[in-house]
């Protein structure tokens, strides 16, 4: 009795040590279902995620798409833009995007030279500036060194006008002046003195006075035609100098 009482324990004892064993297995395959669970709920998050994002990437394609179509003119677009469909439009929005560029870039160059030709004739007008800057210079410069020379003659004329008027008339009208004193005198010696033989002498002295009264007043209206003249020449060359400075003014 003994005997069978232990065996029986020993049979229920390998039974309950089987049952730990299942029981340990059940738990390591519920713990195990358990981390695939976790892991397919945490994938299909990530799946729901991505999903979302597609959906939000795709509109924001789609709006980019349709933006660029309004903005440049390219045309409709179909109701629904599929991947392939965003693919071929996106081909044709780079197609009209390298279309602009290379049409901007040929404006840019053209520009470009419109602004080099510019600049050219932007130099060119102020190097004719400068040059018609250095013309007027030396023209002022000739019309004052002009005037300055007339300035010149017009007070070597008046000297020599001064000279003429008060030198040399002078002179001869003081000279003209005391001959007639000395022919009144010796006219009046002839009165007072009757002597015979220096009538005729003093008759001759009077002619050969009267003679040189005659000369001087030749000598001078040779001057005061002379001096006249000088004054009429050095207007007329004025006027000539004048004349010549009209003419290069035109």
């Known amino acids: 009795m003994e005997n069978k009482f232990d065996e029986r324990i020993l049979r229920l004892e390998g039974k309950i040590e089987r049952s730990k064993r299942e029981i340990k297995e059940f738990d390591d395959m ?13 994938e299909i998050s990530k799946l729901q995620r991505d999903a979302e994002i597609h959906i939000l990437s795709k509109d924001e394609r789609d709006s980019a798409i349709q933006k ?7 045309g409709s677009l179909p109701s629904n833009i599929t991947d392939a469909v965003a ?3 996106t081909d044709r929005i780079e197609s009209r995007l390298t279309d602009l560029d290379n ?3 040929s404006k840019k ?7 080099k030709m510019a600049w050219d004739l932007y130099l060119d007008a102020n190097e004719r500036w400068k040059n018609a800057e250095a013309q007027k210079q030396a023209k002022l410069e000739i019309k004052n060194a002009i005037l300055k020379r007339i300035e010149g003659k017009k007070i070597e004329r008046d000297s020599l006008e001064l ?3 008060d030198v040399d008339l002078s002179r001869i009208d ?3 002046k005391n001959m007639q004193i000395e022919v009144e005198r010796r006219k009046n010696q002839l009165d007072q003195r009757n002597f015979g033989a220096n009538i005729q002498q003093k008759w001759q002295e009077l002619q050969s006075i009267d003679q040189k009264i005659n000369d001087l007043n030749r000598e001078k209206s040779f001057i005061a035609v ?4 000088r004054v009429r020449l050095s207007l007329k060359k004025n006027d000539l100098e004048n004349h010549k400075k009209k003419h290069q003014k035109l």
Do not use: G, M, P, W
Request: net charge negative.
């Open 226 to 229: 002379d001096a006249e003249e």
């Open 103 to 105: 049409v901007l870039q």
């Open 109 to 115: 160059n053209s520009n470009d030279k419109e602004l």
């Open 174 to 176: 003081e000279r003209e």
């Open 68 to 74: 660029l179509f309004a903005t440049h003119n390219l």
């Open 30 to 42: 519920i713990s195990a279902a358990e981390k695939k669970l976790t892991n397919y709920v945490t």
């Open 163 to 165: 000279q003429i008027s």
């Open 87 to 89: 693919l071929d439009l």
